[in-house]
């Protein structure tokens, strides 16, 4: 097997706070690198591809086998600008439950995780193949022209997935308000929010 290293921004053990896995208790690893340029991210910091600690997949295991977590979720940046094949057998291969959290921007890894979280971002448009592959859809809404778009890419999923619509963390009040609405008029949605920025958790 190579000894493909990853860019680890960070990682910690923590709950899950968005999405169909909200409250579950998640080993999270941030890799480094993402050129989608949303304008509202969160996550700026992890954008640059280079200068952060490189780890083996064996190296990544070993700190996640050194907490109790059963569920690891890989997450940006973008994830899927690395070969993430070898990660997620390694990790799988351990016992783990792999949950991939990615814009789509880049080929889905050849080994499948478990779960693929997919939240396409108007910034650059998906890998076709994500809307037959995830597993959940969640859009990110930050302006009343989002929830529009928001349905287009819903439509082009399977409809059997859960699909939720996530107020910007920086405009929560305004988005939260259009997407209640949205809702409740569209019921194929369900709410998420990003519940570990309230509890304070990372
Ligand atoms: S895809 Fe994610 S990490 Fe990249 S810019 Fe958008 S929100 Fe930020």
Request: charge should be negative; hydrophobic fraction near 35%; include cysteine.
């Amino acid at each position: 097997m190579s000894e493909m290293r990853y860019p680890l921004v960070e990682s910690f053990y923590t709950l899950q706070g968005e999405g169909f896995w909200a409250g579950q208790p998640a080993y999270f690893l941030r890799l480094g690198g993402c050129d989608v340029g949303c304008s509202w991210c969160d996550t700026q910091h992890s954008w640059p591809l280079q200068g952060w600690p490189l780890y083996t997949a064996q190296e990544l295991l070993s700190c996640v086998a050194a907490t109790p977590a059963r569920h690891v979720v890989i997450t940006g940046g973008e994830p899927t600008l690395h070969p993430l094949g070898e990660l997620i057998q390694t990790l799988q291969a351990a016992g783990y439950f792999v949950q991939l959290e990615t814009s789509g921007a880049y080929p889905l890894p050849e080994l499948c995780p478990d779960w693929v979280t997919f939240s396409p971002k108007r910034f650059k448009p998906p890998e076709p193949l994500y809307y037959e592959r995830a597993n959940e859809l969640k859009v990110v809404i930050h302006a009343p022209s989002d929830l529009k778009w928001a349905e287009e890419q819903r439509k082009r999923c399977r409809p059997s997935i859960p699909a939720f619509l996530q107020p910007d963390f920086y405009r929560q009040d305004q988005a939260l308000e259009w997407i209640l609405e949205h809702i409740k008029a569209h019921p194929w949605w369900r709410l998420s929010l990003q519940w570990h920025r309230y509890l304070n958790l990372p």
